[in-house]
């Protein structure tokens, strides 16, 4: 039974996705440029949207002119948090998307190049 087991571990599938040249370095750069948009554009209204959602919520809990207490603060603040992660996780993930799809295309366009370029040298 071991040594099935050790045999099984030993062996290496072949379905690790290759990525080119052009793919992870757009990635990369689209992953820049969105944090420069998210520190822009995002930031602030993340921040408003995540504390109208927490008066919200804390409006439901403690009643609708919602007092200062220090729950219903904690509530505003933990809320606003999520609103800043929820908007940069946006920004983020669309430009890193955004680029590594444009990396996959510049990819197939520079290989069929090559690829004709090799059929024609034949």
Same mark, same amino acid.
């Given at each position: 039974?071991?040594?099935a087991?050790?045999?099984?571990?030993t062996?290496k599938e072949?379905t690790?996705?290759?990525?080119?040249?052009?793919?992870k370095?757009?990635?990369?750069? @689209?992953?820049g440029?969105?944090?420069?948009?998210?520190? !822009? $554009? #995002?930031?602030l209204?993340? =921040?408003? *949207?995540? @504390?109208?959602?927490g008066?919200?919520?804390?409006g439901? !809990? $403690? #009643?609708?002119?919602?007092? =200062?207490? *220090?729950?219903?603060?904690m509530?505003?603040?933990?809320?606003?948090i999520?609103?800043v992660m929820?908007?940069?996780?946006m920004?983020?993930?669309?430009?890193?998307?955004?680029?590594?799809?444009?990396?996959?295309?510049?990819?197939a366009?520079?290989?069929?190049k090559?690829?004709?370029?090799a059929?024609?040298?034949?």
């Open positions: 039974m071991a040594d087991y050790y045999i099984a571990r062996e072949d690790k996705m290759k990525e080119t040249k052009y793919t370095k757009l990635a990369y750069i @689209g992953a440029c969105g944090v420069v948009l998210f520190a !822009i $554009f #995002g930031l209204p993340g =921040s408003f *949207l995540g @504390g109208v959602m008066l919200n919520i804390a439901i !809990i $403690f #009643g609708s002119p919602v007092t =200062s207490g *220090l729950l219903s603060r509530i505003v603040a933990a809320s606003m999520v609103g929820v908007a940069g996780v920004f983020i993930m669309a430009s890193t998307t955004a680029g590594w799809l444009i990396g996959n295309v510049l990819d366009l520079t290989s069929e090559k690829d004709l370029a059929v024609q040298n034949k």
